[in-house]
């Protein structure tokens, strides 16, 4: 009989379309229904629209996928919904509810300047014993339901590390396919493998179901999607390639379109995206595409074409999801001369980072959010430590010599320190802070991947202005997971240090305080799992504040097993 394996996920929402994502254990024909009591008319029989599509699953290794986009939905309105199976065996086959809400709202028009409450938060490990502060969110929504038009959160951003492909990994024991637990101990490293962690991850705990079966989610991946540490120096792709890793790679990147990238599409965007033709393709032939979505993903790893995982989501304030982590330039070359690390490294194409400017521009009038799975603003010791790090101070004239020397001891040093962030990068870095400069409206960067959470705010002047905009670097991390006691001792020993000026900018960390009171949460970070709310409130028109937006963010982290509030970040007292 056909079953609902993973599923169903509300991803990618306009103010009139939708995406449901789900996964099946045999190929059938999927029905999306979807319904709304016109509260002009609610009575005991209220008028309802309904709306319906159907598509037949794709077949990819094995696995049974479903897309469906229903468009033609009205703005900023709550749809319930149902996903149901056609098979030929056996009729129609609904998936077991257990309990899940299955319900989603539209995106409010641009125009309403309605405030925006996004989720958002990474790295969520499995293995570790840890408090699960996503699974206990998901409670969390379902207590709130009555009252989740003023307190749910419009969309949830999953920034890096859905899975650990890249860690001793234990498979979870599925009661309704009496599967045996098994053992993954040198990690991820075929499509089965990847496939069996993304449903570890998102099928067996009720709590995860629940965010997912409501938050249109987004998600853009970090490294232990692949293996820790990936891309993180121009030579590493080359080395990975000699040790054999070519299969990890595209199996990975394959893994990750399926499970996080397709779903991030609009219906006008994958019209136009060469891996969507190939799902397409194979829904027509029934063949199974994971070959062809191979052969695709092989060519970017090798740079022959670029896969364009970045995107937009068109909310007011806009959304750009930067890809930090594939789209790093990569030599295929074993770097062995000390002149080729003599070069300001980049985080991104200078293709993205073009986009990313013309995106800014577009959206000069007002403030603007930038998703970024690693930082761009560290705490001011860390981040300068990495900023040193990536400066190639003399490329030319005749300290040359000496600057390749140099710049073999930094390469040595971030590979040893793992600096892996934006400061590193100085030739992204320096683009960065000149777009900084150039524009009116602030840029708030929401990140993850460092396993605990922050906020800092950068000015490329100490004194404020209108005609300046401010950097915020907002981070939530992790879900579930920990750091080593010798990483927390030395971001603690480091906090000391609130604020500093380097390379153009006066940054300074934001205070957090305690959710009850006004009491500082010790070193203006978070050691603990959280999920971070952060919402964006117009400001009043005609008081010069056209395109501004007011910013309050909260932490939720787990408290006697429940999601509860547990500190804010203070807004007004970071200078």
């Not at 319904?35 to 599509?53: K, L």
């Not at 990495?386 to 300290?399: H, K, M, N, S, T």
């Amino acid at each position: 009989m056909t079953q609902l394996r993973i599923g169903p996920l509300v991803r990618a929402v306009s103010s009139e379309s939708v995406a449901i994502w789900t996964e099946w254990t045999d190929g059938c024909d999927v029905v999306l229904d979807a319904t709304h009591v016109r509260a002009s008319e609610e009575q005991a029989y209220g008028a309802i629209d309904a709306m319906s599509t159907c598509s037949h699953t794709v077949k990819v290794g094995g696995h049974h996928y479903a897309l469906l986009h229903l468009t033609g939905l009205q703005p900023a309105t709550w749809y319930s919904y149902t996903v149901t199976a056609q098979s030929q065996e056996v009729g129609s086959v609904l998936p077991a509810e257990e309990g899940i809400i299955q319900c989603f709202r539209t995106f409010d028009l641009p125009e309403a300047s309605a405030p925006l409450r996004v989720a958002y938060g990474s790295c969520r490990n499995l293995s570790t014993p840890e408090p699960d502060a996503l699974s206990a969110f998901g409670s969390w929504l379902k207590a709130a339901f009555d009252e989740r038009e003023a307190l749910w959160p419009r969309l949830l951003l999953l920034i890096g590390d859905q899975i650990y492909a890249d860690q001793q990994t234990i498979r979870e024991t599925f009661p309704s396919q009496n599967a045996a637990s098994r053992r993954l101990p040198r990690g991820a490293h075929t499509f089965e493998e990847l496939a069996s962690l993304y449903e570890d991850a998102w099928a067996c705990d009720a709590g995860i179901r629940q965010v997912l079966a409501v938050l249109p989610t987004y998600m853009i991946f970090d490294d232990h999607e692949i293996t820790n540490g990936w891309n993180i120096e121009p030579g590493w792709r080359v080395r990975a390639l000699r040790r054999g890793l070519e299969q990890t790679l595209v199996d990975g990147l394959v893994a990750y379109w399926l499970y996080q990238g397709w779903g991030n599409l609009s219906p006008q965007q994958a019209d136009n995206h060469p891996l969507a033709e190939l799902m397409r393709n194979a829904t027509r032939s029934g063949e199974d595409a994971l070959e062809s979505l191979r052969a695709w993903v092989r060519h970017s790893v090798y740079q022959e074409m670029d896969p364009h995982w970045r995107y937009e989501i068109a909310t007011m304030p806009p959304i750009f999801v930067a890809d930090v982590r594939a789209d790093r330039p990569a030599s295929l070359r074993e770097v062995t001369n000390a002149a080729d690390l003599n070069v300001p490294a980049r985080i991104m194409s200078q293709k993205q980072m073009e986009e990313l400017q013309t995106w800014m521009q577009h959206h000069a009038s007002t403030t603007t959010i930038l998703v970024s799975s690693v930082p761009l603003l560290l705490p001011p010791v860390i981040g300068c430590a990495e900023y040193i790090a990536g400066i190639r101070p003399f490329q030319r004239g005749p300290l040359r010599c000496l600057g390749n020397a140099l710049a073999g001891f930094q390469q040595k040093l971030s590979r040893r320190m793992s600096f892996d962030h934006w400061p590193v990068f100085a030739a992204t870095w320096r683009e960065l802070v000149k777009l900084l400069s150039q524009r009116q409206h602030d840029i708030v960067v929401l990140s993850g991947d460092v396993h605990f959470s922050y906020a800092a705010q950068a000015r490329t002047s100490l004194f404020h202005s209108q005609k300046r905009a401010t950097l915020y670097q907002l981070v939530a991390s992790p879900f579930r997971n920990n750091l080593s006691k010798r990483d927390r001792g030395l971001i603690l020993k480091q906090s000391l240090v609130k604020r500093l000026f380097y390379s153009g900018l006066h940054i300074a960390m934001l205070p957090l305080v305690r959710a009850k009171g006004t009491k500082r949460v010790p070193h203006d970070l978070l050691m603990q799992n959280t999920v971070a709310l952060v919402t964006f409130r117009p400001g009043q028109t005609g008081q010069g504040e056209q395109g501004r937006y007011r910013i309050r963010q909260v932490y939720m982290g787990v408290q006697d097993g429940k999601s509860r509030e547990i500190a804010r970040t203070d807004f007004e007292a970071g200078w």
